[in-house]
């Protein structure tokens, strides 16, 4: 119910017609709710079908910030207002459908009035939008600008993607294989892309992308790579779960060495489950060569997808060989992006499964305990836990703040918690971003106060925010996201909170 208010003063007729787009029913007065909620999941955790909840985790110890000092504050006004449209789009599917539809076209048109990378204005009116919302740059020093603008608003790194990838196109003309993606059709599309280009170009090309990235990146930075980008060879040899050829490995070597001479830690990402078994060998591959070199450090993930079934009990064999074979094991943990092309049956029924499974596998891993969902794969003895790195990449605030309190109590207890980020995509869940970047603030201001004070500082454990970003010309960038936008369409259309968020900032600062 509106609280009763006095009347409202705005600074602009710009502020008005903008806030009157925010709700229509400003004319009236309205309650202004400025704190971000901790919590906005409707998670339901009597279900008795999904995985048993998580152990119990305390109220939370971070301390939600305050009305006159959201953290969404941290935002420039036209990002704010950027992201809010952006995120408005997206909510609705009414108006996300044709606006993909139209994007669909330009970014695969092949008249050059039509093409972002030829025709200045419209080269001009993307970059300025949706590319500026999700994208770091054209070159790599654009890529430093934008790096540079996001650590100074207090992320501790970034992880970059290269947007250019080798894409598989269907005897339909469609991109990536939809609904239908199945390994036969795999088989059937390695002939025709064969027919595109050679694998010898595929590979150079993801190569040599994919170590200039690597070169864009700093010390403490990541670097995200799709192993299926190489081309037509790659995708049949995962298929099949056979090794990389002689001419992949020399190419992955050559990334890796490249990384860990810069200190770069390199995110394998996850795909469609045709292809998901291969991915999992050649990461632990890597892995074993490359997760020993210093103790409790890695410099290769896997990422494991929390909608599957399976994940858990992969997940355990995995620990199992990086405790037997002395490495240690990356975890890149995220929900789930291929709801549109794996098979259904493979994941939980509902998101509340999902959700459970996700923040129970992150509970695990960040205690070094087995649970009732990630449990020790065949003998393995309870006790026995490799060295683990995690990135927990989430939009979801309620998990991200259950993370922050696990660790802030084993800081309070004394325990070493494990190397640990948490990972966004640039122009999205900035609510749950800035969140962790206002709590780090917090306490390392409350700490650096009792120092002052003369008391003994307190241990604590700071949030590591990173944000994921994609970096190439915006004729690559604009495929990059609609591949990426319909592999998440479920994702990309679930963004209320969000967007709830930036309306509420917006409003706060349109107001006297």
């Known amino acids: 119910m509106p609280l009763a208010m006095p009347p409202i003063r705005l600074k602009s007729r710009a502020g008005v017609l903008i806030l009157r787009s925010l709700n229509p029913t400003i004319r009236q007065h309205a309650s202004i709710q400025c704190r971000i909620r901790g ?14 909840p998580p152990s119990d985790v305390s109220e939370p110890m971070v301390r939600p910030t305050s009305a006159s000092s959201t953290s969404l504050s941290l935002l420039p006004f036209p990002v704010l207002l950027r992201s809010y449209l952006i995120t408005a789009l997206s909510s609705h599917p009414v108006l996300l459908n044709p606006a993909m539809r139209i994007l669909a076209i330009i970014a695969h048109s092949s008249s050059p009035l039509f093409s972002p990378d030829k025709n200045p204005l419209l080269h001009f009116l993307l970059k300025k939008t949706f590319y500026a919302q999700f994208c770091a740059g054209e070159t790599c020093s654009e890529v430093a600008k934008t790096m540079k603008g996001l650590k100074s608003m207090g992320y501790r790194g970034v992880i970059l993607g290269y947007a250019r990838e080798v894409v598989r196109v269907d005897k339909k003309g469609d991109v990536g294989g939809g609904e239908k993606e199945v390994v036969e059709e795999a088989k059937e599309l390695v002939e025709e892309e064969s027919s595109q280009s050679s694998s010898a170009e595929d590979l150079a090309a993801w190569r040599s992308g994919t170590e200039e990235t690597v070169r864009c990146a700093t010390k403490g930075d990541m670097v995200a790579l799709k192993f299926t980008g190489a081309g037509a060879e790659s995708l049949t040899l995962l298929e099949a779960d056979q090794p990389p050829s002689a001419a992949l490995d020399q190419a992955i070597t050559s990334i890796c060495d490249l990384a860990a001479a810069r200190g770069v830690k390199l995110l394998f990402d996850a795909e469609q489950q045709a292809v998901q078994v291969g991915i999992d060998t050649w990461t632990l591959k890597y892995m074993r060569r490359y997760n020993c070199l210093e103790t409790g450090r890695a410099l290769v993930y896997g990422t494991y997808q929390a909608y599957l079934r399976s994940t858990p009990t992969t997940l355990a064999n995995h620990l199992k060989i990086a405790d037997a074979e002395g490495f240690t094991l990356g975890v890149k943990l995220v929900r789930g992006a291929y709801l549109g092309s794996d098979p259904r049956w493979l994941m939980w029924a509902e998101k509340e499964e999902t959700d459970k499974a996700y923040n129970a596998i992150a509970e695990a891993l960040m205690r070094k305990s087995w649970n009732d969902v990630l449990k020790p794969a065949g003998d393995g003895s309870k006790d026995q836990w490799p060295d683990v790195n995690l990135v927990l990449a ?21 325990e070493k918690p494990i190397d640990m980020v948490y990972g966004q995509l640039m122009g999205m869940a900035d609510n749950v971003s800035c969140t962790l970047i206002q709590a780090g603030k917090q306490l390392s201001k409350e700490a650096a106060q009792k120092g002052v004070d003369g008391r003994v500082a307190p241990m604590v454990e700071m949030p590591r925010p990173y944000k994921y970003i994609v970096w190439g010309t915006v004729g690559e960038c604009l ?34």
Do not use: C, F
């Not at 591949?483 to 990309?492: K, Q």
């Open 39 to 52: 919590v906005h999941s409707t998670t339901n955790l009597q279900s008795t079908t999904a995985p048993s």
């Open 394 to 414: 989430s939009h979801n605030m309620e998990s991200v703040q259950r993370a922050m309190n696990i660790r802030e109590q084993q800081v309070l207890r004394g």
């Open 479 to 512: 495929k990059y996201l609609l591949r990426r936008a319909e592999e998440n369409r479920d994702a990309v259309t679930r963004t209320a909170d969000s967007r709830r968020a930036l309306q509420r900032e917006l409003r706060r600062r349109l107001l006297w």
